[in-house]
């Protein structure tokens, strides 16, 4: 039974260390990078900071959308869980902010989150969410501790050789992206 919570993840604003590109300076290549048009008034600063380098921000982007938007395997709550314990493990407060409250919008439950926030990763009531935490953190702390044991969990609980990659996929770029947004700045409540 899912209990009735007001528990609510708040945002974050992620503050970068260099100068984000200004839009009204920004090279054609930059704005095509950002896909900037005439009605988008507003680019995240994160977003901007990339676009220092537009070619490998198109690259990021194109391969973090397919990691986590494409149509069909995994199903996009859970490849928001694996980015929100990467996010936990990697001490990625604003990713873990915004994953946790994707994860929430897609499923309409708070539960899970708020036993991760409030009680750590080993907390989770469901043996599919169990399984999912135990494969993420062990790739988040160290891809090879992530074992055949927990493979084979996760087969039991449903998810397909597929569904195991996809998993994969979204923790091991959060491990990616966490660090790079470390790199290039902070986030405050």
Partial sequence: MTRTTNFKVKALTWHPYLPPVELTDATP??????????????????????????DSYVTRT??????MYVKGGLDRAERELGALIASCINGCTYCASVHARRYI?????????????????????????????????????SPPSATNGQVATLR????SDADIL????????????????????????
């Fill in 29 to 54: 290549e930059q704005l095509a990078a950002m896909q900037v048009t005439p009605s988008s008034g507003k680019v995240s600063p994160y977003v901007r900071t990339l676009a220092h380098d537009p």
């Fill in 62 to 67: 194109k391969l973090f959308n397919d990691i």
């Fill in 156 to 159: 039991q609980q449903g998810l």
């Fill in 105 to 141: 919008e897609l499923t309409g439950d708070p539960d899970t989150v708020e036993r991760i926030y409030r009680f750590g990763l080993h907390e989770p009531e469901s043996p599919r969410v169990r399984a999912i935490v135990d494969f993420c953190e062990a790739l988040s702390i």
């Fill in 166 to 189: 996809d998993l994969a996929h979204s923790t091991a770029i959060f491990g990616w992206a966490n660090r790079l947004m470390h790199t290039l700045g902070h986030s405050k409540a």
